[in-house]
């Protein structure tokens, strides 16, 4: 049972750099997430989708961006990377809203 | 607005003692309440959630909790704790999902911190 899988899981960024992170769920999930976690602040979701090709911004969306092109995946985006984009990152997915989400293994962050 | 408030940072205690997290929450409807455990450097697992009916449910590895309407809360327990348990453990709820807006399906607590003195 893969569930949700998440690549990279670590990485280091200069500043301005870009990069994809991906994710990808094997239960046939219609909504799927991406948070970010820093020390004291929890989980916060950046971006969601409700499905295939459908993408919204969450609570803290800014310099990043998401696709949903297959249901199976959903890939997080960095355009330009800042020391500010330091976290973990968690990809999760669920069968409904309101529902359980199933979390990745995560992607530890570093911009210098 | 939804919330959830886990007023404890870190809790430690001695293993073998029993345990208590505390998680209150704000929401207008009959909530759906879930927690997590996240072990260091892993991702976040589902220990237990409560939909409806027993407001006592049973999650895994010997995890229980609460649900109290009256109190706006669901405190996870556990009679024993091992050293293993030692992790960090999130409270969330499932939020009315409106699709567009910024808070997706599940909110979090920002997460309680158990240490196990041996």
């Known amino acids: 049972n893969a569930g949700v899988t998440q690549t990279p899981k670590f990485r280091v960024l200069k500043t301005g750099q870009s990069m994809t992170l991906l994710c990808a769920q094997d239960?046939?999930?219609?909504?799927m997430y991406w948070y970010r976690q820093d020390p004291g602040m929890g989980l916060r979701l950046i971006h969601y989708?409700?499905?295939?090709?459908?993408?919204a911004k969450g609570e803290v969306p800014d310099g990043y961006n998401v696709s949903r092109l297959k249901k199976q995946n959903f890939l997080l985006g960095l355009e330009s990377a800042a020391p500010s984009q330091t976290s973990v990152y968690f990809c999760a997915s669920s069968w409904e809203s309101n529902t359980e989400a199933f979390f990745g293994q995560g992607t530890r962050l570093t911009v210098v | 607005a939804q919330s959830v408030t886990q007023p404890d940072i870190h809790i430690t205690v001695s293993e073998g003692a029993s345990l208590e997290l505390r998680c209150n929450y704000s929401y207008g409807a009959t909530p759906y309440l879930f927690w997590y455990v996240q072990s260091p450097g892993q991702g976040l697992q589902l220990l237990l959630k409560y939909f409806s009916g027993d407001t006592l449910v049973q999650g895994i590895k010997g995890f229980e909790a609460e649900f109290k309407r009256s109190q706006s809360s669901f405190n996870l327990r556990k009679p024993s704790v091992h050293w293993s348990d030692a992790a960090e453990y999130f409270c969330?709820?499932?939020?009315?999902?409106?699709?567009?807006?910024?808070?997706?399906?599940?909110?979090f607590g920002k997460g309680t911190k158990l240490s196990v003195k041996p």
């Open positions: 969330a709820v499932g939020a009315v999902f409106n699709y567009g807006g910024s808070q997706g399906n599940l909110i």
């Open positions: 239960m046939n999930h219609e909504y």
């Open positions: 989708s409700v499905g295939e090709g459908t993408t």
